[in-house]
């Protein structure tokens, strides 16, 4: 399963035990998997917006975003 090696980072969907998970990525056309392995943990880095100070406390509950 030397295809996976070298790759963009692959998202891990659920993490199955202390040792095991699972990939979103097919991996049916790699080869046999062989040995163990190591793991990267990759922080992707993603953007977030707030609203400025002064419409938050007109109205915080909009600013928010529903997670009160």
Known sequence: MD???NREPVEIT???GPYAFKIRHDT???GKYS???TVESIKVPSSI???DLST???????S?????
């Open 3 to 5: 295809e996976i090696n």
């Open 14 to 16: 659920s993490v199955l």
């Open 28 to 30: 049916t056309t790699y």
């Open 35 to 37: 040995r163990q392995g």
């Open 49 to 51: 917006s707030f609203n």
């Open 56 to 62: 938050s406390y007109k109205n915080p509950v909009a």
């Open 64 to 68: 928010a975003g529903g997670y009160i």
